[in-house]
């Protein structure tokens, strides 16, 4: 199985020759793997594509990518942009009264599946041409662990609270006052608790236009903990803030789960995953290329897996070499 992404901003057909169209063997015996698309960019035809590479090495802006994949993957084809784009693999599995953890490099897809589970994202299994409707979605995971989750979040049973990775962001969607914000989302009860605990006390009769990227991120993590809901999921809680706050940030995140609730956060720090986390997701593949959700791990395991870049359940390796501190 290959997969061929085609980086639009890099794809410059007005400043080259059409090198991937013209050294590519396919093309010369007449087999349009390659071709200019309507936009006069190129489409690589993943089904023609030999995979040899040549493409990829002449294209003088690096906006050709091919991957081969193992067959076996197909079936477990989470999601897909459209043609040439970014494509996803597998999906973490939440679990209640615990903490999940994703661990991944940027562009490897952990923010898609925040999405998903949130129920903002519908995976369309790679048929981005014909997407499938929440229903073929719950039907496809029958008899699996995800079946009476989708079925709950599509189905309205009940919801899932999302912390999005862009906090900076927020200004522009919400207007007003941070304390008038935070009364109105409380729906646990527990404002008064979180507020002392996030240190936003002083925060509350300002504007969140005025607010600093630290200050927005507890904010955020403050809106999503007061809100009642069974399933919590943080995209990278610790940005813009510094290691007191992370630790307090990561205390309060993992007493969600204490409480019975389903918790997933993606996060870059090793030491704040390691401190929240009750296991461990990798994702590992080629950032704006492709990602693979790895098996659980418990989280000693899965930190160890990232930085020696091996799998050995699965018999992968990611990294050529590993991390050393």
Sequence with gaps: MRVAVVDKERCKPDKCTYECI???????????????????????SEYICSGCGICVKKCPFDALS???????????HL??????????YRIPKPRQGSVVGLLGRNGIGK???????????????????????????????????????FEGVYGGDFKAIHKPQYVDKI?????????????KLDERGVLDEIVDDLELGHLL???????????????????????????????????????YQRTRAARIIRGLADDERMVIAAEHDLAVLDYMSDEIFILYGEPDVYGIVSNVHSVREGINIYINGYIPDENVRFRQSPIVF
């Design 79 to 88: 999601h897909r942009f459209g043609p040439n784009s970014f494509t996803l």
């Design 205 to 243: 009769d300002r504007d969140l236009t005025v607010l600093s990227g630290g200050e927005l991120q507890r904010v955020a993590i403050a809106t999503a903990i007061i809100r009642d809901a069974p399933v919590y999921l943080f995209d990278e809680p610790s940005s813009f803030l510094d290691v």
């Design 111 to 149: 923010s898609t599946l925040l999405k998903v589970l949130a129920g903002e994202l519908i995976p369309n299994f790679g048929k981005f041409d014909e997407p499938p409707t929440k229903e073929e979605v719950i039907e496809h995971y029958i008899g699996t662990p995800m079946y009476e989750y």
């Design 22 to 44: 013209r050294f590519c063997p396919m093309v010369r015996t007449r087999r349009e793997a390659i071709r200019q698309d309507t936009d006069g960019k190129a489409y690589v």
């Design 66 to 76: 091919i991957v081969n994949l193992p067959d076996a993957l197909e079936s477990e």
């Design 171 to 183: 200004p522009k969607v919400v207007k007003g006052k941070t304390g008038e914000l935070l009364e």
